[in-house]
Nanobody, 124 residues
């Protein structure tokens, strides 16, 4: 059973930082891709960043490039998203996702495994 458990969300003022983490069941090396997505109220879910596990290729959405850093701790099977210079528009529920066989970048439909989400709120 694949389980992804997020942690680390919270509230912060604009310009601040937060780190969200995703603990995956089993070995992270079992996954082909792992990533973070977010969904704000009334908005569609959007991809934030993902990593092609094994290749260590990391990609970011333009909206977070240069502010967010994705990292994978293979020893702890945990995916981290360090978020700096946060803006009010970063406010959303953040979801961790994983795919075992294949993924299409930040296309959420290509990720079959999802966590429950962790809320990030940035106030102005």
């Amino acid at each position: 059973l694949v389980q992804l458990v997020e942690s680390g969300g919270g509230s912060v003022q604009a310009g601040g930082s937060l780190r969200v983490s995703c603990a995956a069941s089993g070995s992270s090396q079992e996954y082909r891709c792992m990533g973070w997505f977010r969904q704000a109220p009334g908005m569609e879910r959007e991809g934030v960043a993902f990593i092609r596990v094994g290749r260590d290729e990391i990609y970011y959405a333009d909206s977070v490039e240069g502010r967010f850093t994705l990292s994978l701790d293979n020893a702890k099977n945990t995916l981290h998203l360090q978020m700096n210079s946060l803006k009010p528009e970063d406010t959303a529920m953040y979801y961790c996702a994983a795919a075992s066989l294949w993924c299409s970048g930040l296309a959420d439909s290509s990720y079959p495994y999802w966590g429950q989400g962790t809320q990030v709120t940035v106030s102005s």
